[in-house]
């Protein structure tokens, strides 16, 4: 695997995670301050938890790019 495609599959994931744990602290919030509605409420940001992965994903990826200097995605 060359180097650069290393480096922006490690900076994809890397905020991936990112954006998979930035949340937490919503929902954990959401739990303490209406522990009743906590279920339906966390039930309805599901789907805005995953366009932020995918946006960290997204964000992880181009930052990649330009930190190896490369100019476009990578073809398979």
Do not use: N, Y
Request: aromatic share 8%; hydrophobic share 55%; with cysteine.
């Amino acid at each position: 695997m060359p180097p650069q495609k290393l480096v922006v599959l490690i900076a994809s994931l890397t905020g991936g995670a990112i954006g998979l744990f930035a949340p937490v602290g919503v929902v954990k919030w959401l739990l303490q301050t209406e522990p009743e509605d906590a279920g339906i409420l966390t039930l309805f940001f599901l789907p805005v938890w995953c366009l932020i992965v995918v946006a960290g994903m997204l964000t992880g990826r181009r930052l990649g790019w330009l930190a190896t200097g490369g100019k476009r995605a990578l073809h398979r």
